[in-house]
């Protein structure tokens, strides 16, 4: 973009000012609001409240978990056998999808109308390109 000798330097600083902020504020938003649904889903698995771990999970990963179970998502995501996932160390988000690292967990979340929602848990990262995690939960 281009600015002529009306809008000035000042004016330019401004509007250069406003457009970053309002970038970054969206961001945190995104970020914190995927990491506190990550640390909720890790602290309801913790504490064995695997019913409320499900209702943490997105609808196509709940149903995967009862169907691959053959038993309902509690029972499901109980044998799982999900590591507990420590504190979360980082998060990286790219529109509503969000990559969560935890000290022993790798989840993935998506941010639905009611929320953030995690996809995938349990994740592991793998050498190869066509596969880059491997998940114990994920949706189908």
């Given at each position: 973009?281009?600015?002529?000798?009306?809008t000035?330097?000042?004016?330019?600083?401004?509007?250069?000012a406003?457009?970053?902020?309002?970038?970054?504020?969206?961001?945190a938003?995104?970020?914190?609001?995927a990491?506190?649904?990550g640390?909720?889903?890790?602290?309801?698995?913790?504490?064995?409240?695997?019913?409320a771990?499900?209702a943490?999970?997105?609808?196509?990963?709940?149903?995967?978990?009862?169907?691959?179970?053959?038993t309902?998502?509690?029972?499901g995501?109980r044998e799982?056998?999900?590591?507990?996932?420590?504190?979360?160390?980082?998060?990286d988000v790219y529109?509503r999808?969000?990559?969560?690292?935890?000290t022993?967990?790798?989840?993935?979340l998506?941010?639905f109308?009611?929320?953030?929602?995690?996809?995938?848990a349990?994740?592991?990262?793998?050498?190869?390109?066509d596969?880059p995690y491997?998940c114990?939960?994920k949706?189908g």
């Amino acid at each position: 973009m281009r600015w002529t000798t009306r809008t000035g330097p000042r004016a330019s600083g401004v509007l250069l000012a406003v457009l970053l902020l309002g970038g970054c504020g969206a961001s945190a938003a995104r970020e914190d609001g995927a990491t506190e649904a990550g640390r909720r889903f890790a602290a309801a698995l913790a504490a064995g409240d695997y019913r409320a771990g499900c209702a943490l999970l997105a609808p196509e990963t709940r149903e995967q978990v009862e169907e691959d179970g053959r038993t309902p998502c509690a029972l499901g995501l109980r044998e799982a056998g999900l590591p507990p996932a420590g504190l979360a160390r980082g998060v990286d988000v790219y529109g509503r999808e969000a990559l969560l690292r935890m000290t022993a967990d790798t989840l993935f979340l998506s941010q639905f109308d009611a929320g953030w929602l995690v996809t995938a848990a349990g994740c592991e990262e793998q050498a190869t390109e066509d596969e880059p995690y491997r998940c114990a939960v994920k949706g189908g």
